[in-house]
T-cell receptor, first 116, second 113 residues
Framework: DGGITQSPKYLFRKEGQNVTLSCEQNLNHDAMYWYRQDPGQGLRLIYYSQIVNDFQKGDIAEGYSVSREKKESFPLTVTSAQKNPTAFYLC???????????????FGEGSWLTVV | EDQVTQSPEALRLQEGESSSLNCSYTVSGLRGLFWYRQDPGKGPEFLFTLYSAGEEKEKERLKATLTKKESFLHITAPKPEDSATYLCAVQASANSGYSTLTFGKGTMLLVSP
């Protein structure tokens, strides 16, 4: 089945530790995104990538890093510099066509990260 | 700066009691307005995209409408399985040709039997 797969579903991080969240899609989508969701807040954009080997910072990129070495994969690393990483992380993707209005963004099932 | 405001924050309905959720937005050049449904602990599920004022889309008990300033998600005769958080997002025009979504905080809907 086509879709977006995030792993792990639940992850615990110790203070000072870097952790990586995986996101893989088999939809042949060009663009991929990472959002963070906190209770009572809207989804906030961390990073996005329109094409392989290129990515841009979103609204809350500090303390996070990404890579886009393959079209299908867009892993997110939560570094020790992120002071409040406990949240629900959502990966998303969409087909990008220059000038096309409003391509739909589809989401994975999310990953819960908790600092212990 | 693009802004999306959803109201009410939470809504409790009896089964069969129709109502509407509101999404007000300010954006420089709307490319699309999106509605998603999110169940607890899950990723958002796509419902509708609206592109221009006057447009309407329907899916089962849900109907989305769009004006130049806001969108409504009308829920007709809701059932308990319609209970979820409904998210609204806008996609704005960008000089680079690329654009991302700006989300509202959502409306949490609870439908009681």
């Amino acid at each position: 089945d086509g879709g977006i797969t995030q792993s792990p579903k639940y992850l615990f991080r110790k203070e000072g530790q870097n952790v990586t969240l995986s996101c893989e899609q088999n939809l042949n989508h060009d663009a991929m995104y990472w959002y963070r969701q906190d209770p009572g807040q809207g989804l906030r954009l961390i990073y996005y990538s329109q094409i392989v080997n290129d990515f841009q910072k979103g609204d809350i990129a500090e303390g996070y890093s990404v890579s886009r070495e393959k079209k299908e994969s867009f892993p997110l690393t939560v570094t020790s510099a992120q002071k409040n990483p406990t949240a629900f992380y959502l990966c998303a993707s969409r087909m990008h066509r220059q000038g096309f209005t409003g391509n739909t963004i589809y989401f994975g099932e999310g990953s819960w990260l908790t600092v212990v | 700066e693009d802004q999306v405001t959803q109201s009410p924050e939470a809504l409790r309905l009896q089964e069969g009691e129709s109502s509407s959720l509101n999404c007000s937005y300010t954006v420089s050049g709307l490319r699309g307005l999106f509605w998603y449904r999110q169940d607890p602990g899950k990723g958002p599920e796509f419902l509708f995209t609206l592109y221009s004022a006057g447009e309407e889309k329907e899916k089962e008990r849900l109907k989305a409408t769009l004006t130049k300033k806001e969108s409504f998600l009308h829920i007709t005769a809701p059932k308990p399985e319609d209970s979820a958080t409904y998210l609204c997002a806008v996609q704005a025009s960008a000089n680079s040709g690329y654009s991302t979504l700006t989300f509202g905080k959502g409306t949490m809907l609870l439908v009681s039997p």
